[in-house]
Structures are given as C-alpha cells and as structure tokens.
C-alpha cells in the first residue's frame, strides 16, 4: 500500500497563491502517476492536474492550467501544487492520489488507488 498525508491547505483572498504538498510512504516505489483532485461541496471530484513518476511530464486541467503548477520531488516521494491567481471557485477539498500503472492522461479518480486525507483549501475574502 502507499499513503498519502496532504499539507499546506488554508484560507487565501482572491488572486492569492496557495501551496499543498503530499508526501507518500510505504510502497512509494510502486508510483507511476501521482494527481491532484479536488471536491467541493455538493459536486462530484475533479481532476486537477497529474505528474508522471520517471519523467516529470505533467497534465493539467484546462482551467487550471497557466495559474497551478504540479511539481515532485522523488527523492523525498513528494508531489507539490503550487496555485496562484486563485479564485473563489478554487475552494475545496484537495486531494492526492496515486496509480501504479494506466495512462497519465486518464484523469478519472477511478483510476487511482491510494488517496490522501485531503486539505481544505477556501478562497475568499
């Protein structure tokens, strides 16, 4: 199994940035793809942007690509969101999660098997 543990959620006004972080332990080596999603409430969960493991490539949600960046750092099995320009419809729950295999460009949550706890992340002001 991989867990997943998400920091760096909180309060932000509009326009500001945000950073999360998510740091996978146990069978981290297992890691093909690690992804973000989010969920607000009342709504279904959303992709939000993926990292490939070996290379770094990365994939983005159309609304969020240009203001969020998905970055990790492998030696410390950490995937990074950095999010700027944030919006009131920005608030959520976010989430990491992982898949060991399938396509990077497959964004449905069904795809992913292991999930974090998530980090509440509210944008108004």
């Known amino acids: 199994q991989v867990q997943l543990v998400e920091s760096g959620g909180g309060l932000v006004q509009p326009g500001g940035s945000l950073g999360l972080s998510c740091a996978a332990s146990g069978r981290a080596f297992s890691i093909y793809v690690m992804g973000w999603f989010r969920q607000a409430p009342g709504k279904e969960r959303e992709f939000v942007s993926a990292i490939r ?10 609304s969020m690509r240009g203001r969020f960046t998905i970055s990790r750092d492998s030696t410390e099995n950490t995937v ?5 320009n944030l ?3 920005d608030t959520a ?11 990077l460009y497959n964004e449905s949550p069904r795809t992913y098997s292991y999930w974090g706890q998530g980090t509440q992340v ?3 002001s």
């Open 53 to 62: 493991w070996s290379d770094g490539t990365t994939n983005y949600a159309d």
């Open 80 to 84: 990074y969101l950095r999010m700027n």
């Open 87 to 89: 919006k009131p419809e």
């Open 93 to 103: 729950v976010y989430y990491c999660a992982t898949k060991s295999g399938g396509s």
């Open 122 to 124: 509210t944008v108004s």
